[in-house]
């Protein structure tokens, strides 16, 4: 399709095409719904992200917003930053202007988790500096029950197994929303097809030493099997709304429970040894985020085994997360782990 014509599509809100207007009118909803002024897109260049920046733009032009596009370039394969300059050509066509953040910080292991955990700091700051509350990413339908899959295969709970929440506060006042979480893959692939003609692929995605790219080549026999991602979906949804409840009365245990003083978490050791597992879980896990300011909090099983040595040891003094943890009289108390710096 011709540029033109692409732009046309775009200034029309996918008018012309029943099926792309019906994710277009959801995606205008949630936008609206939070009611702000400028956001940010985080593109990659991949179909996803690419459907994403093209029903941003339609946004832009319904309503009187300013919108950010931001790539993370991770320099970590050989031709990463020529493909970032790909995606900012074809999208300077559309009239979207792409900025490309280049990580600096070498990553060794736990590649997509440090990658992750990157791109979101770097994101964070570019919003500081911008005045932006909102980060729209592309996790779609099949991202979720991915992240089912992954959370099972790890022994989660509930928290785990409701996979991601549509907004997640991730830095201060910043909040990360995924408004396509509800959308297939092969319906953002359709949008980008037709008002980009193309699309990029991350050969990692193909990489079968990641988790995650080893859930989704099961897709296929699980389907076959009778367990199809719809009904896992429904699964999640319902799982959701139970942690929603859940999460109400969490709150108000979460600030009975815990004392800040200084530079200090206090976790009243007696009311929190009538908590059973999951709430307890539940406790470290929002301790670590709060104290760490950090979008994810260690793994569930290494909470499991710190709590249980907290357990049976009355004088622990164990280190997690960037925290040092202390078992003391009456409370355990969580301290930032200060780092020896080499020289």
């Not at 540029?3 to 809100?13: D, E, P, R």
């Not at 201060?172 to 396509?180: A, D, H, S, T």
Request: glycine residues 2%; charged residues 30%.
């Amino acid at each position: 399709m011709s540029k033109k014509n692409s732009n046309v599509i775009l200034k029309n809100n996918f008018k012309n095409y029943k099926e792309l207007f019906s994710i277009y009118s959801k995606f205008r909803n949630k936008l609206n719904s939070f009611k702000n002024k400028s956001f940010l897109v985080a593109v990659s260049g991949g179909p996803d992200s690419l459907a994403l920046a093209a029903l941003s733009k339609s946004f832009s032009y319904q309503h009187k917003c300013k919108i950010y596009y931001v790539l993370i370039d991770h320099s970590i394969r050989k031709n990463s930053s020529l493909e970032a300059k790909s995606v900012k050509k074809l999208l300077k066509k559309y009239q979207i202007k792409l900025n490309i953040l280049t990580n600096k910080k070498k990553i060794e292991k736990n590649i997509q988790s440090e990658a992750r955990s990157i791109r979101y700091d770097l994101l964070a700051s570019f919003c500081k500096k911008k005045k932006i509350k909102i980060i729209l990413t592309a996790h779609n339908f099949e991202d979720q029950v991915e992240t089912f899959f992954i959370r099972l295969s790890r022994g989660s709970g509930l928290q785990g197994l409701s996979s991601m929440k549509q907004a997640n506060k991730i830095s201060g006042n910043i909040n990360l929303v995924r408004p396509l979480l509800d959308i297939k893959k092969i319906q953002l692939t359709k949008i980008s097809k037709i008002v980009f003609g193309k699309f990029f692929k991350d050969p990692s995605n193909r990489d079968k030493k990641f988790l995650r790219t080893r859930i989704r080549n099961l897709k296929r026999i699980l389907e076959k099997s009778g367990i199809k991602y719809d009904q896992v979906f429904r699964s999640i949804k319902n799982l959701a709304s139970s942690r929603d409840t859940l999460d109400l009365y969490f709150s108000k245990i979460y600030k009975n429970l815990i004392q800040k003083k200084n530079s200090k978490v206090l976790l009243k050791l007696s009311s929190f040894d009538k908590l059973n597992q999951e709430m307890k879980m539940r406790v470290f896990n929002k301790i670590f985020k709060d104290f760490t300011n950090s979008y994810y909090a260690p793994r569930s099983k290494k909470i499991f085994n710190l709590i249980n040595q907290l357990k049976t040891n009355k004088n622990a003094k164990l280190t997690l997360g960037g925290c040092v943890i202390l078992r003391e009289k009456n409370h355990i108390t969580f301290k930032k782990e200060i780092k020896n710096k080499q020289f």
